[in-house]
């Protein structure tokens, strides 16, 4: 059974950096894409970066050049550095795994950007 475990979400501010770590459990292999979503109040769940084969990545528009998605192949892990922080990226962010075409989410972690 493949878990998704987070950490690094709080409260900074506007300006400042977070990193969020994610832990996966279970068989996991590098050619399964990994990435993070984020969800607001009342809105949807939202694609943040996706790390797929080879390394290739994509980033929503709002988040380019801010973010940075890593893979720790041997850990099993996937790395979000987040840069400059602005109060629209409060969120609770979830990491994402596809396990061919399967998808599973972590429990998620709140990021709050103050203004």
């Known amino acids: 059974q493949v878990q998704l475990v987070e950490s690094g979400g709080g409260l900074v501010q506007t300006g400042g950096s977070l990193r969020l770590s994610c832990s996966a459990t279970?068989?996991?292999?590098?050619?399964?894409?990994m990435g993070w979503y984020r969800q607001a109040p009342g809105k949807e769940r939202d694609l943040v970066a996706l790390m797929q084969t080879n390394n290739n990545t994509n980033y929503a528009d709002s988040v380019q050049g801010r973010f940075a998605i890593s893979r720790d192949y041997a850990k099993k892990a996937v790395y979000l550095q987040m840069n400059s922080l602005k109060p629209e990226d409060t969120a609770v962010y979830y990491c994402?795994?596809?396990?061919?075409?399967?998808?599973?989410w972590g429990q998620g972690t709140q990021v709050t950007v103050s203004s």
């Open positions: 994402y795994l596809d396990r061919w075409g399967t998808p599973y």
């Open positions: 279970g068989s996991v292999y590098s050619i399964n894409p």
